[in-house]
C-alpha cells in the first residue's frame, strides 16, 4: 500500500509565495516520476509541473519562470515552490507520484487527497 500525503497550502496575497510538499509512503521500490496537477473550480485538472529520473522539469506555460519542482529521492517527497502567485493560481493541488512496488512490477499511478491554495488579498 503507497500514500500521498500533501502540505504546504494555505491563503496567500498576490505576489506572495508558498512551498508545497508531498511525501510517499509504503512498499515503495523506485519513484520513476513526480508531479503537481491542480483543479480550480469550474475547470478541469491541469497539470502543473512534473518531473522524472534523470529528465528535465516539465511546467505548464502558465506557471513557467514563476513555479520550481524539485525532488527529494531520499525522503520520497516532491516540493512546489510557488512564487509571485495571482488570483488565478487558486486550485486544489495535488501530487502524483508513479511508483514501483517491486522489482518486477510496473510503474503504478498514485495521488495525493489535494491541498487548497487560495490567493487572494
Known amino acids: 500500500q503507497v500514500q500521498l500525503a500533501e502540505s504546504g497550502g494555505g491563503l496567500v496575497q498576490p505576489g506572495g509565495s508558498l512551498r508545497l510538499s508531498c511525501v510517499a509512503s509504503?512498499?515503495?521500490?523506485?519513484?520513476?516520476?513526480m508531479g503537481w496537477y491542480r483543479q480550480a473550480p469550474g475547470a478541469q485538472r491541469e497539470l502543473v509541473a512534473a518531473?522524472?529520473?534523470?529528465?528535465?522539469?516539465h511546467y505548464a506555460d502558465s506557471v513557467k519562470g514563476r513555479f520550481t519542482i524539485s525532488r527529494d529521492d531520499a525522503k520520497n517527497t516532491v516540493y512546489l515552490q510557488m512564487d509571485s502567485l495571482k488570483p488565478g493560481d487558486t486550485a486544489v493541488y495535488s501530487c502524483?507520484?508513479?511508483?514501483?512496488?517491486?522489482?518486477?512490477?510496473?510503474?503504478?499511478?498514485?495521488w495525493g487527497k489535494g491541498t487548497l491554495v487560495t490567493v487572494s488579498s
Open positions: 509504503g512498499n515503495i521500490f523506485n519513484i520513476y516520476a
Open positions: 518531473l522524472t529520473s534523470g529528465g528535465s522539469p
Open positions: 502524483w507520484m508513479v511508483i514501483t512496488t517491486n522489482i518486477l512490477g510496473v510503474g503504478m499511478d498514485y
